[in-house]
């Protein structure tokens, strides 16, 4: 699976957009990249993924550059109960089989007022 | 709620003791995954089930001994553990198919004495 990297903590002030940018740039075509996020102390929370195209739904949009050598999770409007660490995760999808996804060590996002 | 349902949230247990960590998703997935957080190390993926057939073993010591008797309960047996294995363990379950992401349970907080 390709590797991933993320800037390692942000910072985004309550209400502005969160703009969580990911680098994948060995990715290959058949990989698809997943945003999971983790509260302190809680399981991981998945929260959008893709392949090519750009994806949104009610948590956060995803946007993939054309080449697809990396991406952005963009939350909206970012509150306080978003504060946690973002993952980026790039992976084979594995016909008839499960979906074992590696995680590394993610973006720290901190909210604040 | 996340569907997938870890009992204890908490437990501590001697190095002799034998105990089981359990798991059950109420979202008729049919694979289902034990991972491991080590205090600031990224998650470890342990072990995946197929509809109930262990596909993975991420060279687990033995004394971790997972169980599926079906695919929505997942079960993680230990005994004399080490120190060292004090850790969050985390379920997750996702469909078998191309490109299902994992859901995971909120996790066991294991400390051993």
């Known amino acids: 699976d390709a590797k991933t990297t993320q800037p390692t903590s942000m910072d985004c002030a309550e209400g502005r957009a969160a703009n969580l940018p990911c680098n994948h740039s060995?990715?290959?075509?058949?990989?698809?990249v997943y945003w999971y996020r983790q509260i302190h102390s809680q399981g991981p929370q998945y929260i959008i993924h893709?392949?090519?195209n750009n994806e949104t739904n009610e948590m956060a949009s995803l946007i993939i550059t054309e080449d697809r050598k990396s991406s952005t999770l963009i939350l909206p409007h970012a509150t306080l109960r978003d504060t946690a660490v973002y993952y980026c995760?790039?992976?084979?999808?594995?016909?008839?089989?499960?979906?074992?996804?590696?995680f590394g060590t993610g973006t720290q996002l901190k909210v604040e007022l | 709620e996340t569907g997938v349902t870890q009992t204890p949230r908490h437990l501590v247990m001697g190095m002799t003791n034998k105990k089981s960590l359990k798991c059950e998703q109420h979202?008729?997935?049919?694979?289902m995954y034990w991972y491991k957080q080590s205090a600031k190390k990224p998650l470890e993926l342990m072990f995946v089930?197929?509809?109930?057939?262990?596909?993975e073993n991420n060279s687990v010591p033995s004394r971790f001994s997972p169980e599926c008797p079906n695919s929505s309960h997942l079960f993680l047996h230990l005994h004399t553990l080490q120190p060292e294995d004090s850790a969050l363990y985390l379920c997750?379950?996702?469909?078998?198919?191309?490109?299902?992401?994992?859901?995971f349970g909120n996790g066991t907080r294991l400390t051993v004495t």
């Open positions: 995760i790039v992976r084979v999808a594995v016909r008839g089989g499960g979906n074992k996804l590696t």
């Open positions: 979202l008729g997935h049919n694979a």
């Open positions: 893709g392949l090519k």
């Open positions: 089930y197929n509809f109930k057939e262990q596909t």
């Open positions: 060995t990715i290959s075509g058949n990989e698809y």
């Open positions: 997750a379950s996702s469909q078998v198919g191309r490109d299902s992401p994992l859901h």
